[in-house]
């Protein structure tokens, strides 16, 4: 399957850009293996919801999600990009 983002990886951080053009099916609820710390690279109105949450709006402050946690992003306005640091 086709991921809906491109990335660039660092040895602190991965880079992840994800496109207005992007279907807002694409984005779908997953987990990952580890924990992560996710921070957006701009002003932004896409979202972001973990289990059992309302989603909230991602901003430049760090957000941690916990490994085996499920979790997705809501498609915004615009281009999206984070930063992400495994834990």
Known sequence: MKRPYTESITKEYTIREFSSNSSAFEF?????KEDRIVQAMHD??????????????LSENKLFIPKETYHRLIKGTGDLKVKIYKQ
């Open 28 to 32: 779908v609820w997953h987990r990952d």
């Open 44 to 57: 932004t109105d896409w979202k972001f919801q973990l289990d059992n949450e309302l989603p909230e709006r």
